[in-house]
């Protein structure tokens, strides 16, 4: 079997941490659990509307639980699985490489913006 058909298990992960804030969120939830306005204020830049689209996609994979408290107002919480805290490590490792090696990835971009100014 080849490994990155679209149905297999590598690519389903690659396409969970493709996606621009599902990381960021996972890694945000990582102390415990959060409400949206909280998690927005420790995310920053981030829409009301995508942090809920990110959360429902998260939980739909098995990712966060989301828990509903009654009361007036009703509040929302959502928190990692065991599954979701699965994936803190790679993250985390992702995160490592960028710190590491950003910056020549950043000059590999300015240097292919310049190529593609000159005629």
Known sequence: ?????????????????????????LWALRDG????????QQIGGISSKVLNET??????????????????????????????????APIDAFGAWAYEHGDEVMAAQDAARGEADQP
């Open 1 to 25: 079997m080849h490994p990155f058909l679209a149905d297999c298990r590598a690519r389903l992960a690659f396409d969970l941490l493709s996606h621009t804030w599902n990381a960021v969120v």
């Open 33 to 40: 659990p959060g409400r949206p306005v909280e998690l927005r």
């Open 55 to 88: 959360l429902r996609r998260l939980q739909f994979n098995g990712l966060v639980d989301r828990r509903a408290h009654p009361g007036s107002p009703p509040r929302v919480e959502y928190e990692l699985t065991a599954l979701g805290r699965t994936l803190l």
